[in-house]
């Protein structure tokens, strides 16, 4: 077992990289916190006598496996401690019970971050759904729901746990699972996480990439999966284009359950070869850059010196279910669309990937290798919707209009000293992810009576409207300027988004008190959800050994 106290000589010489590890929320200062002390267990012994260790002193254990919670849910302050489960758990092992060849189950310890779980199954030939973060670790992401890009085909990471292998506050061990104690399994899996015991490993039902192969179209081959991922210059015809695609899919609660779709738009700086590593080669880049030199004036490309653009990136699938599931005229048109807008855009379209895969090839690919979009505090936005007008009302073109307040070069080159442009453009840089999720015929919609109790299962789509700023004053008040506009546009009785705000765990941001009524009932849909994961929490959490900091449902002992 290893410690870390504050105040330590390491602490003081490196605090930037302490308070990114371990302390919050990374650069949200208003939930900046430093544990007393922080534990570094070896393995079960260790997390046994730190949670008797903490019970006895009347301190609370606060846990981390990723340490990706944005508000921070994952650190404490005061008195109580931090265990670090980064490196205790990170085993794995695929097993089928009793020779049962129609289910394929994986043990996974909490520890595994996404990108390393995604390639043991990849190599097994096995997939799961799950979210995008190449190092967020699977402890925390089932508990927050595991959203990704899977999510309207095969539903959330978290639909797929069976098992829970957890110390409870006493230090004994708990095998949880929807029969053994359906209440506590539900609690866990949408409840506040973190604050039932200290889970250590999950048994994950996995799929089969050989189970979702196609139709036989010849000797040997088979047509779909498919896939396609797009890279396009940031532009406000382009974003409006493809944002009307999402808008009609998400608006048609009889689109077929085969798609998913994601839109993801990213400021200047982000390294854009990460998520396409063709560019990494002289030749391609080179053909990049002259794009990029015809397409920008000359004093923005020296603002720019030689860092990428703002960009737009499509993640686009298609899987078939059965033999009925056919690559016909339908599915291919729905590619045809994304194919297009980079033929009619080319001097904006940067790169396209499209190809028959499997899904166990195909996840990786929505893979996200990097830890934050940007090493800069931001002020947080995800919302969730089940509206189903989004393409009509208006909602398209006030996205892009919000976006190209920041993103448009021209705000930076006109400089308007009303508007300040420039200097917003200069201080804020935004990360933006819109996905389908919804449909009556989507995993994500019809999973929502299967045990767990992430709310808001009747959503129809789920936007990220995250902007990061730079570390002064007035840059912090443009992004919370931006936000609040956005929370008013987009909330409320007159919201074009969604009459009512509502968020998903893994998402949340500043007002994180759960204990709040305005807080929790963004997070849950009704006050009998709330209590009944709040009645678990007064059992498992008498002594309020796992409270480590405001982000935990209310224990009901009533």
């Not at 909490?110 to 097994?124: E, G, I, M, P």
Request: glycine letters at 8%; aromatic letters at 14%.
């Amino acid at each position: 077992m290893q410690y870390t106290r504050e105040g330590t000589k390491y602490q003081q010489q490196d605090y930037t990289f302490f308070n990114e590890q371990y302390a919050t929320s990374t650069h949200q200062k208003d939930h900046d916190m430093n544990p007393s002390l922080i534990v570094q267990p070896k393995g079960d012994d260790d997390v046994v006598k730190t949670i008797l260790w903490a019970q006895k002193n009347n301190v609370a254990v606060a846990v981390k496996s990723g340490g990706h919670q944005y508000s921070g849910a994952s650190s404490t302050g005061g008195k109580n401690i931090q265990l670090d489960l980064s490196n205790t758990y990170k085993d794995m092992m695929v097993f089928n019970p009793n020779g049962n060849t129609d289910k394929t189950y994986v043990y996974a310890g909490v520890s595994n971050q996404l990108k390393d779980f995604n390639a043991y199954l990849t190599h097994n030939g096995l997939f799961v759904p799950h979210g995008q973060c190449a190092y967020v670790c699977v402890g925390g992401h089932a508990q927050t729901g595991g959203y990704g890009q899977l999510g309207r085909s095969f539903g959330l990471f978290g639909d797929h746990i069976r098992t829970i292998r957890m110390f409870d506050y006493n230090g004994k061990l708990q095998e949880v699972t929807k029969d053994s104690d359906a209440e506590l399994f539900y609690a866990i899996l949408g409840g506040s996480p973190g604050n039932f015991g200290i889970i250590t490993h999950y048994v994950v039902e996995v799929h089969q990439a050989t189970d979702y192969m196609g139709t036989v179209v010849g000797p040997n081959k088979f047509k779909g999966p498919h896939y396609f991922k797009g890279l396009w210059l940031y532009s406000p015809d382009v974003l409006k284009q493809l944002l009307t695609y999402v808008a009609k899919m998400s608006d048609d609660a009889n689109f077929p359950r085969n798609y998913d779709l994601c839109v993801s738009v990213l400021s200047t700086d982000f390294p854009v070869s990460i998520l396409f590593p063709e560019l990494a080669d002289a030749s391609v880049m080179e053909k990049v850059l002259a794009k990029i030199k015809s397409h920008f004036a000359d004093e923005f490309l020296s603002y720019l010196n030689g860092r990428f653009p703002a960009i737009i990136v499509v993640y686009a699938q298609w899987c078939p279910f059965s033999k009925t599931d056919v690559y016909d005229t339908t599915v291919d048109n729905w590619f045809a669309q994304f194919r297009a807008l980079g033929g009619l855009l080319d001097d904006l379209s940067l790169s396209q990937q499209e190809a028959d895969s499997n899904m166990a090839d195909i996840t990786g690919l929505w893979i996200f290798p990097k830890e934050r979009e940007f090493n800069l505090p931001y002020v947080k936005r995800t919302y969730a919707t089940n509206m189903r007008n989004l393409s009509t009302n208006g909602w398209v073109d006030t996205v892009v209009q919000r976006l190209d307040l920041i993103y448009n070069e021209n705000n930076y080159l006109q400089g308007n000293e009303g508007e300040r442009g420039y200097e917003r453009y200069l201080s804020c840089k935004l990360s933006v992810q819109i996905q389908n999720y919804g449909g009556k015929f989507a995993k994500f919609t019809t999973n929502k009576d299967n045990g767990t109790s992430y709310s808001w299962r009747d959503s129809s789509m789920v936007q990220t409207l995250d902007c990061f700023h730079n570390d002064d004053d007035k840059s912090k008040a443009y992004a919370e300027q931006w936000a609040a506009k956005n929370d008013t546009l987009m909330n409320g009785a007159s919201g074009l988004f969604s009459p009512v705000d509502k968020r998903v765990l893994w998402g949340s941001w500043g007002d994180w008190n759960l204990g709040d009524e305005k807080v929790w009932k963004c997070y849950y849909e009704d006050e009998a959800m709330y209590q009944k994961v709040g009645a678990q929490r007064a059992k498992w959490d008498p002594n309020g050994t796992f409270t480590p900091n405001p982000f935990a449902v209310t224990a009901f002992k009533g």
